[in-house]
């Protein structure tokens, strides 16, 4: 009874997920389909609206892609956004703006984005390189319009905000050139980690070049008492994850190490997702919050948002597949209050002001000739936290945990049915025996 149950749930499942994957490809085209969006009157401290994974590719779709839409679902957050929303500061998008060739399909989605009335930033995802010769993946960045692969920007009430716009492909196959010192690193890495579940090809890790930057525009937004924000293609929490950077785990323990950051910001995954790390501090108790936004190309469904940060609070909303989500999340009150309180906010922008700037931007030119015997802070910090790679978490353990019961059922009724024959044989012996004497003293009996 309880396996026939369960078969209809699964196959309730299947028809609603279906259900809602077969409708008309133009139904994102109508927008009353969608749940209107609110507006709040409300004025943010910053406000940032965000695009992830737009993938536009001129094929048919696969894996639940839908290449050819995305161009549509750009011009519906485009249109929006410019409607919707009078004291934005800037947009941002996520990385993968193409599927591949971005020569080919970059410029119907840049004619699109053009139309954004706000600064428009973007950041490098690992399908920006697909297709790209080897020799010209050092210009991508370029080919996207951005100032460096990575970069920082302050924005917000005042310059309040500290934005870190990290590089995700620094180290891969896909987005570095053989010879070179990034490649050198990135094989390194490889090995080094290689037991490490998001060591995959489609996924990269931040070099010790970046680390360094990362760090240094950590102490800068803690110096200025400025509240921080880092982006990145590649997510990184929970650690385990199978599209996680490869060094994951080094770049949140940095991270964690100053309350100024609010929050991480990333795409890749394709869906929404958000989670909370709580972190002690000698300076007070604070929670990091990692928020993952869904890709425009999922679907036929939009994905797209804003976060949003006010004195008190992150509020995050949006689309996620064509369904809004409205999220409120509580921010570091010890950076608030230095916020609320400090003077050096004005030292670049007046308060009161809303510009976006750059602030720090790599000068790594991504060829430099491989160079032996030089000492790399990830392989320190690996050595050092040998101990720290993680095992499976999360979800895993919801469909790992009924397998193992599973499995200790099996082997319990095994061993008491084998302990049961055991006993039947030992006792069909030992009757054996008896008969056998019982025959044997008859037998005498009878002589």
């Not at 931007?361 to 000492?375: A, E, W």
């Amino acid at each position: 009874m309880i396996s026939h149950i369960v078969w209809v749930l699964l196959l309730t499942f299947v028809v609603v997920v279906e259900a809602r994957e077969v409708l008309p490809p133009w139904a994102y085209e109508n927008r009353t389909l969608y749940p209107i969006l609110p507006v709040y009157k409300r004025r943010p401290l910053l406000s940032i609206g965000i695009l992830s994974d737009i993938q536009y590719a001129n094929k048919e779709e696969a894996s639940r892609r839908h290449f050819r839409l995305s161009p549509g679902k750009v011009r519906h957050a485009v249109n929006e956004m410019n409607a919707n929303r009078t004291h934005m500061d800037l947009v941002i998008h996520l990385g993968d703006t193409v599927n591949d060739n971005i020569e080919a399909h970059l410029p119907a989605i840049a004619s699109l984005l053009k139309q954004l009335q706000y600064p428009f930033y973007q950041m490098l995802g690992n399908h920006d390189f697909q297709l790209v010769e080897e020799k010209k993946r050092d210009e991508v960045h370029r080919l996207l319009g951005m100032p460096a692969r990575y970069y920082s920007l302050r924005a917000g009430e005042g310059g309040a905000f500290l934005l870190i716009l990290l590089d995700g492909t620094d180290l891969s196959s896909y987005a570095t050139k053989r010879g070179t010192a990034r490649r050198a690193e990135a094989e390194s890495m490889i090995r080094l980690f290689r037991r490490r579940k998001s060591m995959r090809d489609f996924n990269g890790g931040i070099g010790d070049r970046q680390m360094r930057w990362l760090r240094s525009q950590l102490e800068y937004a803690s110096s200025q008492n400025l509240v921080a924000l880092v982006f990145s293609h590649i997510p990184m929490y929970p650690h385990g994850d199978l599209l996680n950077l490869w060094n994951d785990v080094e770049v949140v323990r940095l991270i964690s190490q100053y309350p100024c950051v609010a929050a991480v910001i990333t795409g890749h995954t394709h869906r929404w997702a958000y989670t909370a790390l709580p972190v002690a501090h000698r300076d007070g108790n604070f929670t990091i919050h990692f928020i993952s936004f869904g890709g425009i190309v999922q679907s036929p469904f939009t994905s797209w948002g804003f976060v949003e940060v006010y004195e008190n609070e992150l509020h995050v909303h949006g689309l996620t597949f064509g369904r809004a989500f409205d999220h409120h999340l509580q921010i570091n009150k010890t950076v608030l209050h230095k916020l609320a309180t400090s003077a050096t906010v004005t030292e670049s922008i007046d308060r009161g002001k809303r510009e976006v700037m750059i602030v720090s931007q790599s000068d790594d030119p991504g060829d430099r000739i491989h160079q032996s015997n030089t000492s790399s802070v990830m392989t320190r910090l690996a050595v050092e936290d040998v101990n720290d790679v993680p095992g499976p978490m999360g979800i895993e353990w919801v469909l790992v945990a009924p397998m193992l019961f599973g499995m200790g059922v099996m082997i319990g009724a095994w061993r008491r049915r084998y302990q049961r024959n055991q006993r039947c044989f030992l006792a069909g012996i030992w009757a054996e025996v008896l008969r056998k004497k019982d025959f044997f003293s008859s037998s005498k009996e009878r002589n």
